[in-house]
């Protein structure tokens, strides 16, 4: 399980990557930012290499309905590959913390602390 993410691209903010990647990765138009809730550092621990991402974590909204659960296609994968598929659904942050892979989940005990949980 994951977050929408990936890689700021050269000469662009934080926050205009994070609403670009919403928008690829999740195919929902219209996601509204709040502020930068945190940052972070985390290594990469390959079998080839080692490698250290540093991470700008947005609490982002959407406007209007979303589907419960949707199935969308990333077509501009940072690697080139073939389209991505992505199985999307909704968390309640109310029923506690989702397992998330790569320490995505690091910054969710603020977020769920300032949303009064």
Excluded at 96 to 114: C, K, V
């Amino acid at each position: 399980m994951q977050v929408p993410g990936g890689t700021i691209r050269d000469g662009e903010a934080p926050a205009a990557a994070a609403s670009r990647e919403i928008a690829e990765e999740t195919g929902l138009g219209g996601a509204t930012l709040g502020a930068l809730r945190g940052e972070a550092a985390y290594r990469w621990r390959l079998p080839d290499r080692h490698r250290l991402d540093r991470r700008f974590f947005f609490h982002a909204t959407i406007a209007g309905a979303a589907p419960e659960s949707w199935r969308h296609f990333e077509m501009e994968a940072e690697n080139g590959s073939a389209p991505i598929a992505f199985d999307f659904s909704w968390w309640d942050l109310g029923e506690g913390m989702p397992t998330l892979t790569h320490g995505q989940g690091d910054l969710l005990p603020r977020l769920r602390a300032r949303l009064g949980f």
